[in-house]
């Protein structure tokens, strides 16, 4: 498997799972660009990893929850990088708590981020990638999109409505060979779920059939999978990486 001519924007590459996805994509060929909303040291460090792995890479600052800041990260990554043949909608924050005590700022900047900035991303760069004839979108979600979770209906609901519009774009556009899927990780070890008590943790552990939370290369992994022509006749999926927790 390699992605070697190929070029991949990530969002919210500069830590965690997209710092990861950015690595894997370039270890195995492709050239990058990495957004994230503040953290312009980390992102610099990330590309020079990618740098020193001998691919191109460059770091754009934007707020994907913003429509006309996403339009213009597309536009300048292809005026950097010419085109763009692997999008990854990675960026996404929690605001847990219960319905009860859950303030509308907090429902609302979810859903802005998770589920408005996979369409803002998406659509800004839907025309220049549909002339690709060959690409592939790949939209993180979350296994409590599929099964919910108590204290995050905000996110569940995001997430939920990222495989809605992951499997009706699949439909919208695969005729011209562009392929769309979401990755739904179960508990993976980030700085998101560092925030988590040890006791959670390790009740989540044993409602885990592997044993253990998944890793940040377990997630990279199956993006580079769905990234790759290797699975070209996938589209429209949620493919689960979650140690057989649902
Ligand atoms: P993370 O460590 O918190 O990193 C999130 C990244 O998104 C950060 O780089 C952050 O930037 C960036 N970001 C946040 N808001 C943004 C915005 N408005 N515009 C652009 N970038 C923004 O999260 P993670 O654990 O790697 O999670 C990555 C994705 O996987 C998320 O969509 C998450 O919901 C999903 N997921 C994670 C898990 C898990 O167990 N970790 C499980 C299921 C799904 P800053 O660094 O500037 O804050």
Known sequence: MNLIGKK?????????????????????GADIVINDIGNEEEAESVVKEIESLGRNSLFIKADISDFEQAKELVDNALKEIGSIDIVV??????????LLRMSEE??????????K????ITKSILRPILKTRNASIINISSIVGI?????????????????GFTKSLAKEIAKKNIRVNAIAPGFIETDMTEKLSDDIIESYKSSIPL?????????????AFLASDISSYITGQVIVVDGGMI
């Open 8 to 28: 991949a924007l990530i969002t919210g590459a500069s830590r965690g799972l997209g710092k990861a996805i950015a690595i894997k994509l370039a270890e195995l």
């Open 106 to 115: 907090d429902f609302d900047s979810v859903i802005d981020v998770n589920l």
């Open 89 to 98: 909608n990675n960026a996404g924050i929690t605001r847990d708590n219960l």
């Open 211 to 223: 044993g253990r939370l998944g890793t940040a290369d377990d997630i990279a992994n199956t993006v």
């Open 117 to 120: 900035g996979v369409f803002n």
């Open 147 to 163: 099964s919910g979770n108590a204290g995050q209906t905000n996110y569940s609901a995001s997430k939920a409505g990222v495989i």
